[in-house]
């Protein structure tokens, strides 16, 4: 949210949703290599069905957030991802490659800058019998 002063004094406030900032992350993470897949886990599919039947009643097309959350508040914005990673690539430099391209993405989009980028690491796909 951000406070813009119009010409004629009036105060203008910009408010971007916690679901924009969701799908501007989800789409960030999505592309960093190593990512196999966000994972929405137990409370995030119930959210992402309650906002999906919502958004679709409205006659919307729902963007994909499945495994991303965004919380704003007084603090600034806090970003939660979950998500499932290739077993070929190091899983915390993968994690920190995710945060620093959703960060990147959400101030670039939104002009707010995450306070957090939390990244959980759910599932580690193993192919080809590695190990």
Known sequence: MTPERAPARQLIETV????VIAAV?????????????LEPGLRGLAG??????RQRIKGLEP?????????????????????SLSGLDQ???TAQAVQRA????VTEATGLTPSAV??????????GGLL
């Open 102 to 105: 959703v960060s990147r993405a």
């Open 25 to 37: 992350a989800a789409h960030a993470a999505a592309k960093v290599p190593g990512v196999v897949r």
């Open 91 to 93: 899983a915390a430099a």
């Open 16 to 19: 971007i949703s916690p679901p």
């Open 118 to 127: 939390s990244v959980s690491i759910l599932d580690i796909e193993i192919r």
């Open 63 to 83: 963007a994909p957030t499945e495994g991303v959350r965004a919380v704003v508040d007084q603090d600034g914005v806090r970003v939660e991802i979950d998500l």
């Open 48 to 53: 992402s069905l309650t906002r999906i039947a």
